[in-house]
Every structure is written in C-alpha cells, then in structure tokens.
C-alpha cells in the first residue's frame, strides 16, 4: 500500500522533474549563461541533494513499475508476502541506486 | 428512450463496463511503461555522461545522431506517460467538475508544450551537428 502511492508522488515529483529537464535541453540549445547558471546549480549541495532525490523517484518508480508490468502481464507476484518483501526492496533499490549512482558520478 | 421501448436503461448499459476509455488508457500507460523500462537507464547513464560537461561538449553529445535519437524517444515515451499519470491523479483528487475539466487540458497542454520544447531543442542540436 505505502508503495502503491510512493510509486504516485514519484511519478508527481518526476512529472515537474522533466520541467526542469525540459529547461535544461532548452538552455543547451539557446542560452550558455542559462546553461551555465544550471551547471552550477547542480553542483551546489542544495542541487546534489535535489538530484540525489531525482535519482531515488526515478529508481523506485522505475523497479515499482516493472513490478506493475508483471502483476499486469505474467499475473507474477501476488502472493501478499511476496508483495510485501519485493515493495521493501524496491524501496531499498532505490536509495542505494541513487547513492551508487551518485558515488559513480563523484568519485570515478 | 423512446415510447416503444421497454427496456430500461439500465438494462440496456447492464454488461457494458463503464463505456469508457479506460482500457485503452490503461494499456497506453503499460505500453509506454516498457518503453520506458529501456529507455530510462540509457537516460540515466546519460546524465551522468552530459551533466558534468561544459556547453559547447554537451551541446555536441546531444547532437549526435544515436543521442539524438535516444533523447526524443526517451522524451517522447516519458512525456506521454507521465501525461497519462497525471491524468488519472487528477480524475482521482479533482470532484469540482469545472476545476477537474480545466486541470485535464492544463495537463494535455502542458505536455504537449514539453515535448515540443524538448523536441525542438534535440532537432536543432542534431540539424546543426556536422555529420
């Protein structure tokens, strides 16, 4: 159930991500200082912190989503315990994910 | 319901689900899900690979043709998913009939306006690429 609408505000928290995304694109095309002004953003703690959440929405919608297409599609994972744990570890996947994610893109 | 006919109406909608669209909405939203199944890790790896160049490296990793392609689908896909998604959010939370209305063509409109932002950005890159 807690994933059920994790797996909703993700996908809200995502949905006004891709603005940000979208500015960012648009500022690759036409503004350098924009572009700029974004790269630092990013690089402040504030900016890694909003990334680091980024990263956490996008990996647990992304494995809670796959868990949906297999409900949907195979019927796989319908046993409640099965459920329960497999919502644990989404939750788990998702925070180290984005700290792996984000020691690749610092320490490398 | 004309004079003669006698059966009533429910009996004529009895059996025929809600007459709606939500199958098509549903299978819409699980197909753009496996898209997005593959296309979002490439994303991923992506903005890690792009986020920490300057603008004119950036600029030349976007207009590559295999990025350039990745970058509309992953677009293309994500947008209209997440239109779909929001969607179904606000016919969810949103009773007041007028304010539900208003808020469904916002959301149309918003991603519409997204992808075309995006897209057009991803063209100019790859159009202005020398290869």
Known sequence: MVASITQRITGVALYFGTFLLTAWMVALVTNQTAFECISTCIGSIFGQIVMFLWAVAVLFHLANGFRHLLWDGPHIGFDPKVASTWSIINYVFAFLGAGGLWAAANLL | MSDNNFIS???????????????????????????????????????????????????????????????????????????????????????????????????????????????????????????
Request: with cysteine; proline share 3%.
């Open chain 2, 9 to 131: 109406p429910t009996k004529t909608a009895r059996g025929l689900g809600s007459s709606k669209s939500g199958t098509s909405h549903h299978i819409r939203q699980r197909v753009s899900a496996i898209a997005l199944l593959f296309l979002v890790p490439w994303f991923i790896y992506a903005i890690m690979t792009a986020s920490g160049m300057d603008w004119a490296s950036a600029r030349e990793w976007a207009g590559k043709p295999h990025n350039a392609l990745l970058l509309m689908l992953t677009a293309g896909a994500a947008i209209y998913h997440m239109c779909l998604g929001m969607q179904v959010i606000i016919e969810d939370y949103i009773y007041t009939p007028g304010m539900k209305g208003f808020l469904l063509i916002l959301n149309r409109f918003a991603c519409i306006a997204l992808f075309a932002a995006f897209a057009l950005s991803v063209l100019k890159l790859w159009i202005g690429a020398d290869a």
